[in-house]
């Protein structure tokens, strides 16, 4: 689909160059002197290098046209995360570099959405909250300012994230996914 470089935003995919892109920034740029212009910096899904491309306002760019299914997960072994298509029942699995740090994230039939690219799969999207166990963490200071009152915990599955002085070791939180932050205490 092809859509004006006007319309580009951060996290869609474009294909380019005979390779696929991921938007990790857009900026419109208008100078005082000659036409607007849209610049781009991308991560190619393939090869895994950026590029940074400046597109004309009037110029169309390729919008890639993704498929999403949702998907229960299973298990993991050793390379590799297996989930299962709730209605068919069709298994898939998928490298664990695919899926990167958030794989940790991953619970029994957690329902995700995995995004294909002509019966490819491109990549995984989870819920934007999960709810962890806090295996350790620090002991609060007395007297520490507001501003700087969190403190690194350990989660059950591995992640370190920063949490309030008020958690302990064994309280259950919500995470956001997103961006691995603490969100609220169960």
């Not at 590029?51 to 050793?78: C, G, M, P, Q, T």
């Not at 989660?155 to 603490?182: C, H, K, M």
Request: aromatic fraction near 8%; charge should be neutral; proline fraction near 4%.
């Amino acid at each position: 689909m092809k859509i004006n470089a006007v319309e580009i935003r951060v996290g869609m995919l474009l294909e380019y160059k005979n390779d696929l892109w991921q938007v990790l920034k857009t900026q419109h740029v208008k100078p005082g002197k000659g036409g607007a212009f849209a610049q781009v910096e991308m991560k190619s899904l393939n090869k895994n290098t950026k590029l940074n491309e400046r597109f004309r306002s009037s110029e169309n760019v390729e919008k890639a046209s993704l498929d999403e299914i949702n998907y229960n997960y299973l298990y993991e072994d050793e390379n590799n995360y297996f989930f299962i298509d709730p209605k068919s029942f069709e298994q898939i699995d998928l490298k664990k570099n695919m899926v990167g740090e958030k794989g940790k994230l991953l619970t029994e039939n957690l329902e995700v959405s995995i995004s294909f690219h002509n019966n490819l799969p491109i990549f995984v999207d989870l819920p934007n909250q999960v709810k962890c166990k806090i295996k350790n963490t620090d002991v609060a200071l007395k007297g520490q300012t507001v501003s700087s009152s969190y403190k690194p915990a350990t989660l059950d599955n591995g992640l370190s994230i920063q949490v309030p002085p008020f958690i302990e070791a064994g309280d259950e939180i919500i995470v956001d996914t997103r961006n691995l932050e603490y969100v609220k205490k169960i």
